[in-house]
């Protein structure tokens, strides 16, 4: 096992009608800032929910955080909380919403041009303002950990930062705010959070037994949920509730801990995002398993592994039990409504090679656990996956 600190400090409160729970984990005094998406919040009524919930305090709301969240957008809300002097955020929304938030806590009380905390990927932030989250869409991880992703639109670039400053106080998890996720939304939340402990899982064994089983947990929950939650004609707690633990868990620092990770599939499919406007999930769905078969020579071991405890494939040679594991992946995307090619969105070879050309302006020339896939690497994975 590789020598690691773990220290995650976020509070975790889940259950159905948490959300009640704001009265005592919102400092009394707080001038707050409520920052959401879309319309989702206002017409769930979790807004409405919260905005209860935070009483007599001074509060106000700033809407209009977009999927895959902009700079531009979040520093809108950075003057709007030095106009107004907020001093605590709450993020009520998905991943994006909580994303922008831990930038804009950052961006507040940073000397200078914003945009370098991207540059430096986070590395000089020196304090953030305190938030909390209400998480309505499980998949990111985000409610529990210190990283983001902010995208330039006038750039076009999506840079991922993270601050040991940009952990959430708390995050309240209610499964039942998942009852009015769409279908597609659901299923992208299945395969980020598969895709987050893959990366952290399917690289080389240095005999970390303890992460290698819980992460062979997450993958064989979300692959028996996943589907259940797709099928299901009303919503199911149960079903939900570990939906929303598992996405958690994906991405909190436990599972990663002490053990190599690749984040290459992540890496590539920023850019996808970034250039095409895929969502998040699906850009990891096309990507992963044309790159688990690129690089199946130095995940051979943990291959053999995950084929065997997470798909229970025991016949056949090895190459054919991985060549399984690689379809039953690839099967399991699918099943669940989430292409795995890139002519699912009518791209091509010329837009592959725009990926990789802005890979390597983004620095991205050394991927994976064994920092072998140079931009040549990422266009055989993307082109594997036309
Ligand atoms: O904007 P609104 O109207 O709220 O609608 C949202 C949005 O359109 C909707 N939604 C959220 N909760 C809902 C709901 N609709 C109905 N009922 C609800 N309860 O869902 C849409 C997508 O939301 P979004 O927050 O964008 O999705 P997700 O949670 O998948 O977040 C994706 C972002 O997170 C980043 C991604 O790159 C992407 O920008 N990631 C962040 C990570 C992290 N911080 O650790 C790791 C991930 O790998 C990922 O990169
Ligand atoms: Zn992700």
Known sequence: MLNFDFQNPTRIVFGQGRIA??????????????????????????????????GERHHATFAGIEPNPSYET???????????????????????????????????HFEGDPWAILEKRGRNIA??????????????????????????RAKGAKLAF??????PQFSVLDPTKTYTLPPQQLANGVVDAFVHTVEQYLTYPVGALVQDRFAEGILQTLVEVGPRILAA???VYDDRANLMWAATMALNGLIGAGVPQDWATHMIGHELTALHGIDHARTLAIVLPALLNERRGPKRAKLLQYAERVWGLHDGSEDERIDAAIARTRGFFESLGVPTRLGAYGLGGAQADAVV??????????????????PEVSRRILEAAL
């Open 357 to 374: 050309a802005q890979l390597q302006s983004h620095g991205m020339v050394q991927l994976g656990e064994q920092r072998e896939i140079t």
């Open 162 to 167: 993270s601050s040991a400053h940009c952990y």
């Open 21 to 54: 729970d704001l009265t005592k984990l919102v400092p009394a005094q707080a001038r707050v800032l409520i920052l959401v998406g879309g319309a989702s919040a206002e017409k769930t009524g979790t807004l409405a929910e919260v905005r209860q919930a935070l």
């Open 233 to 235: 004609p009303e919503p």
């Open 127 to 152: 304090r953030a303002l305190p938030f909390g989250a209400v998480l309505t869409l499980p998949a990111t991880g985000s409610e529990m950990n210190n990283g983001g992703v902010i995208t330039h």
């Open 74 to 108: 979040s520093l809108r809300a950075v003057q709007q909380i030095r106009e107004g002097g907020f001093d605590f955020l709450l993020a009520v929304g998905g991943g994006s919403v909580i994303d922008a938030v831990k930038f804009i806590a950052a961006a507040v």
